[in-house]
Nanobody, 126 residues
Framework: QVQLVESGGGLVQPGGSLRLSCAAS????????IGWFRQAPGKEREAVSC????????DYADSVKGRFTISRDNAKNTVYLQMNSLKPEDTAVYYC???????????????????WGQGTQVTVSS
């Protein structure tokens, strides 16, 4: 049974940092494109970042470029999202998702991902 479990969310002040983790069981993350998405109340789910299978190519939404970093630890079968210089508008539930299909430039579309985690809340507030 495939499971993706996010952790690392919480309450942080503006300008602070958090590191989210996406731990997988039932699949090997290195073989999948892994995306991070977020959804704020009343808003659509939006793509944040993606790391590709194999070569580990990465991409980011413009809103987080230069502040967020995605990485993968194959030994731990875990993908991370390091979030720095957090802003109140980063507040959302953050989800990781996995696609066995190489999504390429379509990585930002949620429909391309088969497996999803349950999400972790990130709140940026003073």
């Amino acid at each position: 049974q495939v499971q993706l479990v996010e952790s690392g969310g919480g309450l942080v002040q503006p300008g602070g940092s958090l590191r989210l983790s996406c731990a997988a069981s039932g699949l090997t993350l290195d073989y999948y494109d892994i995306g991070w998405f977020r959804q704020a109340p009343g808003k659509e789910r939006e793509a944040v970042s993606c790391i590709g299978s194999g070569d580990g190519s990465v991409d980011y939404a413009d809103s987080v470029k230069g502040r967020f970093t995605i990485s993968r630890d194959n030994a731990k079968n875990t993908v991370y999202l390091q979030m720095n210089s957090l802003k109140p508008e980063d507040t959302a539930v953050y989800y990781c998702a996995a696609s066995i299909v190489n999504l390429g430039l379509s990585w930002f579309r949620p429909v391309g991902y088969k497996y999803w985690g349950q999400g972790t809340q990130v709140t940026v507030s003073s």
